[in-house]
């Protein structure tokens, strides 16, 4: 994290690993995340420190991972496709 006041780096405290630097994205109020060797998108939130579990996708996470605007939706890739297929969770909580 980066304070653009005073261009300062600092680590997120509290923020678990993340599989690899494409499967994080930031929300309004946090972090979705995939942990090391996981299939699970859990989500962070940044003003209490606290990690929730959002979904699992039993064929685990290929390389990409975004947030719609709403938060309603997350798009991945699944591992190992040849075609470049997206896909959509709907309706998780």
């Known amino acids: 994290m980066i304070d ?3 261009s300062i780096e600092s680590h997120v405290a509290g ?5 690899s630097e494409d499967l994080w994205t930031v929300g309004r109020n946090g972090i979705y ?4 060797g996981g299939s699970t998108v859990s989500y962070f939130d940044l ?15 290929g390389h990409g991972l975004a947030v719609s605007r709403d938060e309603h ?4 890739a699944r591992p190992g496709t ?3 297929d997206i ?4 309706n998780y909580e």
């Open 73 to 76: 939706f997350i798009l991945y």
């Open 33 to 36: 995340f995939v942990s090391p």
């Open 47 to 61: 003003a209490t420190n606290e990690t929730h579990q959002v979904f699992r996708s039993p064929q685990g996470f």
């Open 82 to 84: 040849e075609r470049a």
């Open 87 to 90: 896909m959509i969770m709907e």
């Open 4 to 6: 653009l006041t005073k």
């Open 15 to 19: 923020m678990p690993r993340v599989a």
